[in-house]
């Protein structure tokens, strides 16, 4: 599965471990009992554990996707660290370092279609990005080196690219906090992808763990 966002970006389900049967057995565990299928006793289980905070039994579960993001969402993302790995692919960090590689810079991948503000304003921004970009590839064309050239590009609009693996409970606190009313529109974007994509692997867990999961198609 893969959920194009903003201009350039992605979310890609890599794969996962468990379901939401698999949460189940880690909570019966400590009664020696164990389902075969989920069953409506399983689902008040899960609901109750999610309600009351009992959340050990969500991280066994994990899942990894590959993200390209703006480098300003990555930057927000990468705050979730409990429970979570966020693993640059080598092919980014070279491109987000523009020291050995300058994938994307030319075709200019930076995120800059950005309709919440006028359209004056998404000039000035464009404008500013061209500038950069023109003035990056005139000094490589002098021979300045990437790594010295790379100084005047829009750093934080710039395209990365990592991978994030993360048990079920981190994923949903990421999904909770990024759907939230104060987040940046762009990370929003994200957890809205994130949130249907776990949503199809765990829907029971994650219709208690993220308020709002059971409507939010
Ligand atoms: C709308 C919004 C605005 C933000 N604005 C800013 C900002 O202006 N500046 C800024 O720097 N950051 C900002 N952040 C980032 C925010 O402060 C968090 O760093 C980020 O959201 C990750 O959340 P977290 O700390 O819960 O995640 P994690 O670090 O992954 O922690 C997950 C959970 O684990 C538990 N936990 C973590 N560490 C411990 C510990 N040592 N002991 C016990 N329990 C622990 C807590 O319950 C925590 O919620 C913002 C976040 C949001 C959503």
């Not at 999610?50 to 590959?66: C, D, L, M």
């Not at 464009?126 to 050239?149: D, F, N, T, W």
């Not at 249907?196 to 994650?206: A, T, W």
Request: glycine fraction near 6%; aromatic fraction near 10%.
């Amino acid at each position: 599965v893969e959920i194009g966002v903003l201009d350039h970006g992605y979310v890609r389900l890599l794969e996962h471990i468990g379901s939401d049967l698999s949460v189940i057995n880690c909570a019966r565990m400590s009664h020696g009992r164990e389902s075969e299928e989920l069953g409506p006793s399983d689902v008040r289980l899960i609901k109750f554990l999610a309600e009351n905070g009992h959340t050990s039994p969500f991280r066994h579960q994990f899942i990894s996707f590959r993200v390209k993001a703006p480098l300003f969402v990555a930057r927000q993302w990468w705050r979730h660290s409990v429970g979570s790995a966020h693993l640059e692919s080598g092919n980014s960090w070279n491109e987000l370092s523009r020291r050995y590689s300058d994938v994307g810079i030319e075709s200019g991948e930076f995120y800059y279609d950005i309709e919440r503000v006028d359209l004056e304003a998404q000039e000035l921004i464009r404008g500013s990005m061209l500038c950069s970009l023109s003035v990056y590839l005139s000094l490589v064309e002098k021979g300045v080196p990437k790594e010295i050239a790379r100084l005047v590009l829009p750093a934080y609009a710039l395209y990365t690219e990592w991978v994030w693996t993360a048990n079920l409970q981190a994923v949903c606190h990421f999904v909770e906090q990024r759907l939230a009313d104060g987040a940046q529109h762009e990370i929003k974007e994200y957890a809205k992808v994130v949130l249907e994509i776990v949503k199809q692997l765990f829907p029971v867990s994650v219709s208690y763990l993220v308020k709002g999961g059971q409507s939010a198609d």
